[in-house]
């Protein structure tokens, strides 16, 4: 059973890092592209950032230069660092795993910036 777990996420004032964590299981880590994406409320998710198995990583433009997205396969993790945080940034964050034929998704954690 495949499960990705987020953590990390709460109140960050503008200008502040946070750093979200998501935790898999029942996959092969290693050998899955996996992601960040965002949630507005009444919005679809939209990308944050990606990296692939061999570890190379794009980003939305919005993030750009601010977020960075890493992966540790030795613990199964994937984290995002999040630097110069802007209240534009406030949404559900969720952790995604794209194994091409099938894709999970975690159940998301809140980050909200706010002064």
């Known amino acids: 059973q495949v499960q990705l777990v987020e953590s990390g996420g709460g109140l960050v004032q503008p200008g502040g890092s946070l750093t979200l964590s998501c935790a898999s299981s029942?996959?092969?880590?290693?050998?899955?592209?996996m992601g960040w994406y965002r949630q507005f409320p009444g919005k679809e998710r939209e990308l944050v950032a990606r990296?692939?198995?061999?570890?190379?990583?794009n980003y939305a433009d919005s993030v750009k230069g601010r977020f960075t997205i890493s992966r540790d396969n030795a613990k199964n993790a994937l984290y995002l660092q999040m630097n110069n945080v802007k209240p534009e940034d406030t949404a559900v964050y969720h952790c995604?795993?794209?194994?091409?034929?099938?894709?999970?998704w975690g159940q998301g954690t809140q980050v909200t910036v706010s002064s």
């Open positions: 029942g996959i092969l880590f290693s050998r899955v592209a």
């Open positions: 990296i692939s198995r061999d570890g190379s990583t």
């Open positions: 995604h795993a794209d194994l091409i034929v099938n894709k999970y």
